[in-house]
């Protein structure tokens, strides 16, 4: 099959270009390095006080916030945030038309076929869909309506969902493929960590590993968001080679990509020796 003529197509026949915008990468890139930032520090203050107190560490799908400790704050804003993202993705303010647009008008050239970048904002629709659900779920759990872990389980239900959709979203050209590929395998690492965490509650490596991986995938959003939609050309020029395609954008996507790794791991690493250092020295 020529993989380069399977489309997605606009509807007035012309090939979808790359899916989404520079502020629906962005945006969810900021939100999840926000996210994962405070999962660290929850998880951190938890890890070292069980510490001190000589019980085990217990993970947990939402940390409280130190001026409102009895509410599931972050829950609600979990709940909160993905309706407004939901709503940017059928509205204007994501694409022209929004969800009017799904299906091609009367007397366009595809008239009543999908529209192939309407359809990049429904599949982003559905994961913030996802995370919705899972804002519930971590509400109903704090308050003890449901099964020990059931937070946790819908929390990977999420990250599964954004991966099955991640995962069908590349299109033909190699960087865009390459992008779309390794946020898939970062989500993949959030699904695992979050089920192992249900399986091994008191494994305090599994948060961290579920940490590093919503941190990464708010990094690669980012980047996502300058290469894809900011270009930085003729450096991230897919198109200008000899025969009209260049390789190199995507094979220093992946050096982009083990930095991002390598540097999420230092600082992590860093900042729990240096927590760990500063606690002793105060014993």
């Known amino acids: 099959m020529d993989h380069a003529n399977t489309g997605p197509w606009e509807c007035?026949?012309?090939?979808?270009?790359?899916?989404?915008?520079?502020?629906?990468h962005m945006l969810p890139g900021v939100m999840f390095v926000i996210w994962s930032s405070h999962w660290i520090q929850g998880s951190m203050r938890q890890y070292f006080a069980a510490k001190r107190a000589g019980v085990p560490y217990e993970s947990q799908s939402i940390?409280?916030?130190p001026c409102i400790p009895n509410w599931p704050i972050e829950g609600l804003v979990k709940i909160a945030l993905s309706c407004l993202g939901a709503a940017a993705e059928v509205s204007g303010f994501a694409h022209d038309d929004g969800?009017?647009?799904?299906?091609?008008?009367?007397?366009?050239?595809?008239?009543?076929?999908?529209?192939?970048?309407?359809?990049?904002?429904?599949?982003h629709l559905q994961m913030y869909v996802c995370f919705a659900v899972s804002g519930l779920a971590?509400?109903?759990?704090y308050w003890g309506m449901l099964p020990r872990g059931t937070d946790k389980v819908f929390l990977a239900l999420a990250f599964a969902g954004q991966t099955v959709l991640m995962g069908l979203h590349?299109?033909?050209e190699a960087l865009d493929k390459f992008l779309h590929q390794a946020l898939t395998y970062v989500m993949v690492v959030c699904v695992v960590a979050c089920m192992l965490e249900v399986a091994a509650p008191h494994a305090y490596l599994a948060t961290c590993a579920r940490n590093t991986g919503v941190?990464?995938?708010?990094?690669?959003?980012?980047?996502?968001?300058?290469?894809?939609?900011?270009?930085?050309?003729?450096?991230?020029?897919?198109?200008?080679?000899?025969?009209?395609?260049?390789?190199?954008p995507a094979m220093y996507a992946r050096?982009?990509?083990?930095?991002?790794?390598?540097?999420?791991?230092?600082?992590?690493?860093?900042?729990?020796?240096?927590?760990?250092a500063w606690i002793q020295s105060r014993h």
């Open 12 to 24: 007035d026949g012309n090939k979808s270009g790359p899916g989404g915008a520079w502020a629906g």
């Open 63 to 65: 940390w409280s916030w």
């Open 99 to 123: 969800y009017q647009h799904l299906i091609c008008y009367p007397g366009q050239k595809r008239s009543g076929h999908f529209s192939g970048s309407s359809l990049n904002n429904w599949q």
């Open 138 to 141: 971590d509400i109903v759990s």
């Open 170 to 172: 590349e299109k033909d």
């Open 215 to 248: 941190m990464l995938q708010g990094l690669l959003f980012i980047e996502t968001a300058q290469i894809m939609f900011k270009g930085y050309k003729p450096a991230w020029d897919v198109n200008d080679g000899p025969d009209g395609h260049d390789m190199a």
């Open 255 to 276: 050096i982009v990509l083990l930095q991002s790794i390598i540097t999420v791991f230092a600082v992590y690493v860093g900042l729990h020796m240096a927590i760990s």
